[in-house]
């Protein structure tokens, strides 16, 4: 005798709605997005709170009021983080060896500012006249009522800015890079 199988075939369900049949209907995508939206919201949120600890340098604000004089820097010049750093190198072997860098903060003057500092005795007419010749600008760290340390400095065209020219990002005004 041979045996039956048993049918294999169950009837269409037609009493649930075709949108409870997928794991995730509406309501459940919904929320997940605000969920989403959420996080990305609070991650913006911890990421760009200003800290004004001065050893975590998070702003423009920060650099500004750690310069030294910060009212003049800001009047006759831009604040400035410098960094000074030896480097040295052999010739037998030839290799090239890096210092420790030291951070301190410090101003740029503009090139129109320059008697600023000749009034105050800080530089002489004939530095000026040097570092105008080499087209130059100067730029000091330490309080200019104690002993600045001020250097004619060179503006380095070559150095790219890449956050400038970034979508949805205005360029500063053309005159504010020139010094």
Do not use: H
């Amino acid at each position: 005798m041979r045996q039956r199988r048993p049918s294999r075939y169950t009837p269409p369900e037609s009493s649930k709605p075709a949108a409870s049949k997928s794991a995730f209907n509406y309501t459940t995508i919904a929320i997940l997005g605000g969920i989403f939206i959420l996080g990305i919201g609070v991650g913006i949120g911890f990421s760009s709170t200003a800290s004004l600890d001065p050893v975590n340098v998070a702003s423009r604000e920060v650099i500004d009021r750690s310069a030294p004089n910060p009212e003049f820097c800001a009047q006759f010049g831009a604040s400035a983080m410098v960094m000074d750093t030896r480097l040295y190198v052999t010739l037998n072997p030839f290799n090239v060896y890096v210092s420790q860098p030291v951070m301190r903060p410090g101003c740029v003057m503009r090139t129109n500012n320059w008697t600023v500092l000749e009034q105050k005795k800080l530089v002489t007419s004939q530095q000026v006249n040097d570092c105008k010749q080499r087209m130059n600008t100067f730029g000091y760290t330490g309080a200019l009522e104690g002993q600045p340390d001020i250097r004619c400095i060179y503006q380095n065209d070559a150095a790219q800015n890449f956050f400038i020219n970034q979508p949805g990002v205005s360029a500063p005004p053309a005159e504010s890079n020139q010094f």
